[in-house]
């Protein structure tokens, strides 16, 4: 049981912003869940979208159980999780992506974000929203691990 991330900033967009698109994808056994290539475009306000993910999955494992229905920031992309019995599951239109151990889930989304953000977040004004909200959330998030 595994669960992938992957967040990306869309390329050609001038001078980088956190109010810049991209993509996201989840991946597990049951397939993958991707922003990108869809019609009409899902794309996202990749910076804002990944701190709203990870404050939501926060939210939700600090209950221990219930489900939240992400949706990334100006975009109709959507994946459920559900938190019970100290297992995580990922969903997109009903259909299981990856189940798997609470913990098993943080590191890997803390990997996937710890990635993106060394590779764009240095592209951002130090005086950018965007680029405080994700590090905020991003320290939050990383006290569950």
Known sequence: MAIGFSFSRRADQGTPSGFDLGDMEIS???GSASSAG?????GMMIFLSVALLLDQIRQLLSAGRGSVAYCGVDSSFQVRFTVRKGEITAAESGREIEKLPVQDFITALLAATDDFADRELDKLPESD?????????????????
Request: aromatic share 4%.
């Open 28 to 30: 597990g056994a049951g």
């Open 38 to 42: 869809r019609q009409p475009d899902q």
């Open 129 to 145: 929203p965007a680029r405080a909200d994700l590090l905020l959330s991003l320290a939050d998030f990383r006290k569950l691990a």
